[in-house]
């Protein structure tokens, strides 16, 4: 039925979908899923390959922790007391080699730890390298600390020289014919 003059009929009953309808409109949904389903395996993929190729890490670092890439290979021989590792640095001089084995440049600082020398007298040593020198004075009956600064290049090394700037000379009676100078007890890379 219709209103009365309005010119527009309206159904009273909802429009009856016959079979065929319903089998195309079902192929259309069909095909429309499968659309949907293929875009967003594709989308997907992309997303997959975008976050795959973000690093998990700052790129310009990759050595997490630098102590464990930085090694010494001093002039003279480690010794052991009880369970400490010492190195008796001796009056004619003293090389101290640090390796970088990493794949990235390193920058930081030394430290060296000391002990006075078995006279347990005062000394004055002088670290070099090729761009610093620094200067400490181990005091008797003292622990002296020095920080010392290096850049290290990738898989390369860097040697720092050791020397003793007083002459006064320290020898043992134990039959050891070394100068003693002072005892490296510890270095550290911070």
Known sequence: MAC????VQ???APPIITRKELIMNSKQLNI???YFVSLSIIASSFLIIFFVSIPLFNIDVN?????????MKPSVPMEFEEDAVFWWL????????????SD??????IVFVFEP?????????????????????VIPDKISKISFPVLIDYKSSTNIN???TNRASCFVNNGDSRNFGAKLISWSFE
């Open 4 to 7: 009365k003059g309005s010119g």
């Open 117 to 137: 020398n078995p006279c347990n007298s005062k000394e004055n040593l002088e670290f070099k390298s090729d761009k610093s020198i620094r200067f400490l004075e």
């Open 10 to 12: 309206i159904p009273l």
């Open 32 to 34: 429309i899923l499968r």
């Open 104 to 109: 990235e440049k390193i920058k930081g600082n």
């Open 162 to 164: 050791v020397e003793f």
């Open 63 to 71: 050595e997490l922790d630098k102590k464990k890439v930085i090694g």
């Open 90 to 101: 001796v009056k004619e001089g003293n090389t101290l080699e640090f390796h970088n084995s």
